[in-house]
């Protein structure tokens, strides 16, 4: 941040140099431009005849003009380099105090000097070096390997996937569709530009698109993204390869703001049917996170039916009675259970004031204070709204089968203990005023799926950022799931999905599928030994 405030401050005083001087110049010839009206209306050229005397007094007059003038000017320029070699002294003074105190790096003098359009080559040449593009580079292991993606101009094939990313898919991202079309226009480009003829031993062929075979691409963010092409050449095994580079250009910085949250209260709405157990646990989390850790959040609960009504109740009595926290709401709805009308109940329920930061919750969620922190960076009303990807676990009863109390176990983010549920938008951060002007949910939705799937999309229609990302403090909690009979096709199928995916990783359910053959084998090698 200190070197771009001394870049602006020499580009400013540089700025106001030369528009001085401009000015000075622009003064100086209007002044000397000669005046032939004022010369015809002047006595001396009245008769038609010139007086010598006449003439020198004027020339005399113009010149001590013009003397004056120059004068005015010398003073004014020497005034200004005084200045600027004032300022520039200060500056070569705070970089020696700020070098000194080991706030900036060593070599940092030429920070008076104009970046040109060679050193942003230089700086692009030396991406272009540290990059594994030309030649290998030792790496420590396996796992520092930065695979490629391969891709025709229909498919993209990938390692990594994810709910937008398969193993084969076409690029759904328009971003990814045009950096990949782009780097193959720039292919043609190159191959049919004037060098495709400096050969004259190959034959002039002009390249299309129905020749681009494959590509490999990938990213290293550090340096930029490479892509290795292949077009068809001249016979069945002759080949025409071609590498571009794209460069990152250097960290630039957009904005930076202080940023309070100290103030900002978060109201949970949590709709909810039967399930006392689980919300006992939930209140619980609530209590150690929330109201002693926190304090700046209201919960409102939307309480489908009478059935366990009143154990809920008595969770929230008392927890005021040990903790004295009161900002509670519970609003009882006798209607079948709908997760998208409780919500929207629950955020039109609040009267307190104009806008308040709203998270939709669900009674098997887990979160930690981290999360209520991100909420509230990541939300910002008429801006920004926050999806976070939270950490699903499963089935403790399979992951930790020789564990004996399975409720005291914290959730952790590991391989063996869940996935990202990225598949998922029911939890979320967004002010109200947001979530009214985009219309709430579809309340057309009964049951259980896709009304949060329809909110996320009206977001991603609208001009509001969606940040979606994953969080480190919001987990789900396994719980046995029961798909109903009388679901739709699309939705059961959905929750059978899910079902599954919740239970284990593959290789455990492997292990559970294999089980015989694998205590088999363990009693053969018992026995042999």
Known sequence: MFKRWLLALLARVGLVVLGLCCCMALFYLLACRPGSRGL????????GTTSKEGYMALLQEREDSHKHYIDSLTKQIAELKEALQERTQQLQESLEKAKTKGILPLGLESLHKTPTQSDLKEFFRSQLKQAEVNTGMALPDEYAVVPFDAFTLRRVFQLETGLTRHPEERPVRKDRRDELIGAVETALHVLNGPQQHVDSSRRKYTFSPSDFIEGLTRTERDKGTVY???FKGDGPRDFTNLVLFRPFGPVVKVKSERVDTRNTLINFIVPLSK???????FIRNFREVCVHLDGKVHLTVVYFGRDQIDQVKAALDQTTRETHFRSFTLIQLNEEFSRGRGLEVGARAWRRSQNVLLFFCDVDVHFTADFL?????????GKKVYYPVLFSQY??????SNHSQLTSIQPVIRKETGFWRDFGFGMTCQYRSDFLNIGGFDRSIKGWGLEDVHLYRKYLHSKLMVI????RGLFHLWHEKTCADNLPPDKYQMCMQTKAMSEASHGQLGELIFRQEIEAHQNMSRRSS
């Open 228 to 230: 290795e092409l292949t």
């Open 373 to 381: 922190t991100s909420c509230r960076l990541n939300a910002e009303p």
């Open 275 to 281: 399930r006392a157990d689980a919300f006992r646990q």
């Open 468 to 471: 979606r990302s994953p969080s």
């Open 395 to 400: 089935n403790p009863s399979i992951i930790y």
């Open 40 to 47: 015809q209306d002047h006595p001396l050229w009245s008769s």
